[in-house]
């Protein structure tokens, strides 16, 4: 999560001539900011800067968006060095964008938003992580920006429009055109405003779905990386609000902060008509929805990306109900090897056994299956709870989480869990 510094207008002006009158109120700019992304466990900024700036005061800007950068990478390291060596961090630094800058101001100080990556305002995309383009570019401002950034081509954000205002192929369910002419270009890309769903569309959830879904091909995911991890798929809203499958509180409510992580809605590669995901508010595990899984036919389903590591026993607990006939049900943890002589693994949690389910058959050719012991079976408030433990997997790093139905269904997934045993409780 990125904060935003943002100054507009006659206001935003007289914000930047505080900020720029000495060198030492950056500093205490900078120092505040990072106090606040702390505070808040921001990422970093995007700094949009929406006014001019008085040419004399330029290098104090470029001042300002440099140190930031450089403190916002120290916070970090200093908080990883802890538990991670140097070159670890150098590493995880390198890849991070922890300021980015908006292409609104140049290097002159007027305000000229450029739509690409050019020498008006090269030095401030050279003094931090990146650049977010102004969204009325072309095919040409494009293939400039992607000349100009050189090897930092990925630190280019260009920007997308959703509400579609004079913007490549008019935005909207359209905005995936653009989305794969920024790829074809190997840039990075900026989703501006996807609150288009919500504030124009009568079905926002079926219009989340659309918009996401025709983007999904061209975004690249970013699972998990640390445990312990849990989620039951809340997305901090709700009709009714639910405690371990038990109802709390009855009638509407939303709070961002509970909002829970989400599984990849788009099942790209599945065979189209076999299965699908939605989100269901009517009952939940924790909080105020669940996933639905409505399946035809056997089906596996892309739940997450991740990579995660562990060195001790790792407690998995699944909750789930049926809302039909119960059929075979697996979650599965797909491990990548690190090393070419390894051979792939799969961790197997068998939540349900079907004596007809005939989906193990070639389900997994050349990769090994580790079937994971049951050590909890149980039902609570309506919800079947399934814990299980798996044993550290030398040289292989946990990659992909799937779930597997034997047959037609319909299935509730509550809730799913990961700790290394010393943390369960």
């Known amino acids: ?42 990422e970093g900024w995007l700094i949009n800067i929406e006014n001019e700036v008085p040419i004399e005061k330029i290098p104090l800007m470029l001042k300002f968006v440099e140190d930031l950068t450089k403190a916002m990478r120290k916070r970090e390291t200093d908080k990883e060095t802890e538990n991670a060596g140097e ?26 938003w450029q739509n690409a990556l050019n020498s008006q305002n090269y030095a401030f995309f050279d003094a931090c992580d990146g650049i977010f383009l102004n969204y009325t570019w072309t095919e040409d401002h494009l293939d400039c920006s992607r000349k100009a950034a050189g090897g930092r081509h990925r630190d280019v954000f260009v920007g997308l429009d959703i509400f579609g205002r004079n913007f490549y192929a ?14 074809k270009h190997d840039l990075s890309a900026a989703i501006f405003a996807p609150g288009w769903t919500h504030e124009t569309q009568p079905d926002f959830m079926e219009a989340e779905r659309h918009l996401w879904g025709s983007l999904a091909p061209f975004l690249t995911h970013r699972g998990i990386q640390d445990l312990p991890f849990t989620t039951s798929f809340c997305q901090g809203s709700g009709e009714y ?15 961002l902060s509970l909002q829970h992580l989400q599984p990849l809605w788009s099942q790209e590669g599945e065979e189209e008509g076999s299965g699908c995901l939605s989100l269901v508010t009517q009952e939940a595990y924790n909080g105020g929805g669940c996933l639905g899984i409505t399946t035809h036919s056997p089906t596996t389903f892309r739940l997450m ?30 491990l990548s090897r690190s090393s070419s002589s390894l051979k792939q693994k799969i961790l197997e949690f068998i939540c ?22 049951l050590e909890v079976s149980h039902v609570e408030n309506g919800w079947n709870i399934r814990r299980f433990t798996a044993c550290e997997v030398p040289g292989h790093r946990m990659t992909l989480m799937t779930l597997r139905l034997g047959g037609a269904a319909e299935l509730r997934l509550g809730h799913l869990d990961m700790m290394l045993e010393a943390e369960a409780v």
């Not at 008019?170 to 790829?183: C, I, N, P």
């Not at 609000?241 to 709070?255: A, I, L, S, T, V």
């Not at 990306?305 to 039909?324: H, N």
């Not at 349900?352 to 012991?373: L, Q, R, S, Y």
């Open 241 to 255: 609000f639910f405690c371990k499958g038990k109802m709390e509180r009855e009638g509407p409510w939303h709070n």
């Open 170 to 183: 008019g935005g909207k369910y359209d905005t995936w055109k653009a989305l794969e002419v920024v790829r």
């Open 305 to 334: 990306v991740c990579d995660l590591e562990w060195t001790r026993p790792l407690r998995v607990t699944v909750a789930y109900k049926w809302s039909s006939q119960p059929t075979a049900l697996t979650f599965l943890c797909h």
């Open 1 to 42: 999560m990125t904060g935003t510094f943002i100054t507009e207008w006659e206001a935003g002006s007289a914000v930047c001539k505080k900020l720029l009158a000495s060198e030492e109120t950056v500093a205490l700019a900078v120092r505040q900011l990072v106090c606040i992304a702390n505070h808040y466990g921001f």
């Open 352 to 373: 349900e056994k079907d004596k007809e389910d005939k989906t193990d058959e070639d389900a997994c050719v050349g990769e090994e299956v580790i079937e994971c012991p």
């Open 87 to 112: 070159d670890k961090v150098k590493e995880d630094n390198d890849n991070c964008h922890r300021v980015i800058w908006y292409d609104s101001v140049t290097e002159n100080g007027e305000l000229k």
